[in-house]
């Protein structure tokens, strides 16, 4: 039986890649978005791939949301919580709806999709979740101490549920990509770009397929004895 997969925020940048690597390996995916209709809708015309709108940060939506794709597609046993957002500011300028908007959909928002698959996944005894995670919820970020708490936050939620999906054939991991080529990423002024460059090692920032490799290595047969772990995939940018 083909395995059913869901990518949240699976329709762009880092999301979008996955989908698509996942579909490649063998993969029933379905891809999940927050807001922007017509980029989802030529993801999927071009792709093949569904794309499910509901909010992450709403434990109901991802409720209905996992409740429609299991009946499209079947019973999900890979999940990838890749969704975020980000509302920068220096921690004196920054509002408590920033703050929340973050942790809401960045860390609320990986309790609310894997809540929603978990006893799932234990009833048949295999599930696969990869939180995407990021260097600054390693080292921190200034200006970031929405994102960078909400992103730490994840590799702490990988760890302890780990310790409890480890009976029940299920494995969790998170990744932290480094600064990867998004449209965000390259809509970065040239000079800041070419500072952040600097900074990496291998002299390059990453690719989104960088990461979807990770991913589909994580959600594979091959990984089972790999749980609570955290893939650093920075360029040798920062080394955990």
């Known amino acids: 039986m083909t395995k059913v997969?869901?990518?949240?925020?699976?329709?762009?940048?880092?999301?979008?890649?996955?989908?698509?690597?996942?579909?490649?390996?063998?993969?029933?995916?379905?891809?999940?978005?927050?807001?922007?209709?017509?980029?989802a809708a030529a993801f999927t015309e071009e792709t093949g791939i569904p794309a499910f709108k509901w909010s992450v940060a709403d434990y109901d939506a991802c409720a209905k949301g996992v409740a429609e794709v299991e009946a499209a597609l079947g019973p999900v046993s890979v999940l990838v919580n890749n969704a975020g957002i980000t509302r920068d500011a220096f921690f004196h300028k920054m509002t408590p709806q920033q703050w929340r908007e973050v942790i809401d959909t960045n860390l609320s928002g990986a309790f609310n999709m894997t809540h929603n698959v978990w006893t799932g996944m234990r009833e048949r005894k295999f599930g696969r979740v990869v939180c995407i995670s990021s260097i600054n919820g390693q080292k921190g970020q200034a200006g970031q101490a929405n994102y960078s708490?909400?992103?730490?936050?994840?590799?702490?939620?990988?760890?302890?549920?780990?310790?409890?999906?480890?009976?029940?054939?299920?494995t969790?991991?998170?990744?932290?990509?480094?600064?990867i080529a998004t449209d965000m990423v390259m809509a970065v002024d040239q000079k800041i770009r070419d500072a952040i460059t600097?900074?990496?090692?291998?002299?390059h920032l990453g690719?989104?397929?960088?990461?979807a490799r990770c991913v589909?290595?994580?959600?594979?047969d091959d990984a089972g004895f790999i749980t609570g772990s955290t893939v650093t995939a920075n360029g040798g940018q920062y080394l955990a």
Do not use: H, M, W
């Open 172 to 179: 969790i991991n998170a990744i932290c990509p480094g600064y």
């Open 149 to 170: 708490a909400a992103k730490a936050g994840d590799i702490g939620f990988v760890k302890a549920l780990a310790q409890e999906g480890a009976r029940a054939g299920i």
């Open 198 to 203: 600097a900074q990496i090692p291998v002299g």
């Open 216 to 220: 589909v290595f994580l959600a594979s």
């Open 5 to 39: 997969a869901i990518v949240t925020g699976g329709t762009r940048g880092i999301g979008r890649a996955t989908s698509i690597a996942l579909k490649d390996a063998g993969y029933s995916v379905a891809a999940n978005y927050a807001g922007n209709d017509a980029a």
């Open 207 to 211: 690719a989104p397929e960088d990461i």
